[in-house]
């Protein structure tokens, strides 16, 4: 399958401060990817869908402003984390999908502890 | 909003017992897919169904989509204590006016024990 990369794996912040995490596709070009966040216990809730080259759309109840989203290249996403705060602790995962295809691949995950 | 039931939420079996989790909406998906969560890892996919009916096998892994393409299983025969994780379903869909997404069901706890 393809491979979605995402960067950095852990990650421990100071109360705000902002945490930029990225994620790739390494083996194929991603017009779509879309992050996810998951609490201990719980499913996937997807924040945000990122469309290359176009502003990220974002799911009802999540901060545009909070949960910054940038797609500018074909194989390239970004999620800044800004002002973080500690009930932001979670653990981050984005995917992505090759155009024409109905398959997601995921990245490993980003943990992102705040204190 | 489209939502996926997925049951049991925990199963812990013996090695070589069959086992089956259930994805269940009453909303219509274009496709459904099965994925594995291992700890602190993203979800890796199993397999994809598309049409109405569908019934893929993986080994021993064997998975259905419903004739109404409203709810799916997963069946595995022997289980093994390699099997153990989080099984999660995900259904996609379009909603009116945007672009397509996926909807998690929460997740089974499989533990296989020796």
């Known amino acids: 399958g393809a491979v979605v990369s995402q960067h950095p794996s852990r990650v421990i912040c100071k109360s705000g401060t902002s945490v930029k995490i990225e994620c790739r596709s390494l083996d194929f070009q991603a017009t779509t990817m879309f992050w996810y966040r998951q609490f201990p216990k719980q499913s996937l809730m997807l924040m945000a869908t990122s469309n290359e080259g176009s502003k990220a759309t974002y799911e009802q109840g999540v901060e545009k402003d909070k949960f910054l989203i940038n797609h500018a290249s074909l194989t390239l996403s970004t999620l800044t984390v800004t002002s973080a705060h500690p009930e932001d602790s979670s653990f981050y995962i984005c995917?992505?999908?090759?155009?024409?295809?109905?398959?997601?691949?995921f990245g490993q995950g980003t943990r992102l502890t705040v204190v | 909003t489209q939502l996926l039931e997925q049951s049991p939420q925990f199963l812990s079996i013996q090695e070589g017992e069959n086992l089956t989790v259930y994805c269940n909406s009453s909303s219509v998906f274009s496709s459904l897919q099965w994925y594995r969560q291992e700890p602190g890892e993203g979800p890796v996919l199993l397999v994809t169904v598309v049409t109405g009916g569908e019934v893929k096998k993986l080994k021993r892994l064997t998975f259905q989509f419903g004739d109404a393409r409203k709810d799916s299983s997963l069946h595995i025969t022997a289980a093994q204590p390699g099997d153990t994780g989080l099984y999660l379903c995900?259904?996609?869909?379009?909603?009116?006016?945007?672009?397509?997404?996926?909807?998690f069901g929460k997740g089974t706890k499989l533990t296989v024990n020796p």
């Open positions: 995900a259904g996609e869909y379009r909603p009116q006016g945007g672009s397509e997404k996926l909807v």
């Open positions: 995917s992505a999908r090759e155009t024409g295809y109905t398959e997601a691949f």
